[in-house]
């Protein structure tokens, strides 16, 4: 499967501040996703992100506090904008690979204080 | 709507023992399902997948899964685990169109 790589791995931010998660992907891909995962919960797709055109988000997201850039098609980022503590998080890049399987990022653990 | 549903929050066994961890889904017609396993710190690994064809399908670290329509069920196996098998798991569905759709996942704890 491909390596997914997602900077940074960890971090802890002073509330309203903003955070861009970087994702890298070893071979081009076509799909990216975003999901996030709070704590001891499961995982909510944030945002589908396509190269070339708009990231197309899930109900309860929204682009002003969800940034998401696709510049070409092993990349990715996810802003995190005027983070609140409810922000703290895993954020994790994902990738379909093979048609409707999807692998995923380390995540990046994010919190906030 | 398609939701996912994992009876089990914590499942202790002990090493060596074998493992059954429940999925339940509910979709209008046969969904994609997959298995995750996130280990403690790290993202998510899939462990197993099935589309159609053969209802019991193998993953990798000695895990299957069998599919049964009739229970609208997808529950994951192993005939002994192993201690670095503790972790959590997800059970996921898709409809095709990528979205995956997570079940709240299962810890798994194993005691010597």
């Known amino acids: 499967s491909a390596v997914i790589s997602q900077k940074p791995s960890r971090d802890i931010c002073q509330r309203g501040t903003s955070l861009t998660i970087q994702c890298q992907v070893d071979?081009?891909?076509?799909?990216m996703f975003w999901y996030r995962q709070q704590p001891g919960q499961s995982l909510t797709l944030i945002a589908t992100?396509?190269?070339?055109?708009?990231?197309?988000?899930e109900s309860g997201f929204v682009i002003d506090k969800f940034p998401i850039s696709r510049p070409n098609l092993t990349f990715s980022t996810l802003t995190v904008s005027n983070m609140s503590p409810e922000d703290s998080s895993i954020y994790l890049c994902?990738?379909?690979?093979?048609?409707?399987?999807?692998?995923f990022g380390e995540g990046s653990w994010l919190t906030v204080v | 709507a398609q939701s996912v549903t994992q009876p089990d929050i914590h499942i202790t066994v002990s090493e060596g023992a074998s493992l059954e961890l429940r999925c339940n889904y509910s979709?209008?017609?046969?969904?994609?399902l997959f298995w995750y396993v996130q280990s403690p710190g790290q993202g998510l690994q899939l462990l197993l997948k099935?589309?159609?064809?053969?209802?019991l399908v193998q993953g990798i670290k000695g895990f299957e899964a069998e599919f049964k329509r009739s229970q609208s069920s997808f529950n994951l196996r192993k005939p002994s685990v192993h201690w670095s098998d503790a972790a959590e798991y997800f059970c996921?569905?898709?409809?095709?169109?990528?979205?995956?759709?997570f079940g709240q996942g299962t810890r798994l704890t194993i005691n010597p």
């Open positions: 994902s990738v379909e690979e093979a048609p409707n399987t999807i692998y």
């Open positions: 071979s081009q891909v076509t799909m």
């Open positions: 992100a396509n190269q070339g055109s708009e990231a197309t988000y």
């Open positions: 979709y209008g017609a046969t969904p994609y």
């Open positions: 099935y589309f159609s064809g053969d209802t």
């Open positions: 996921a569905l898709s409809q095709g169109a990528q979205k995956l759709v």
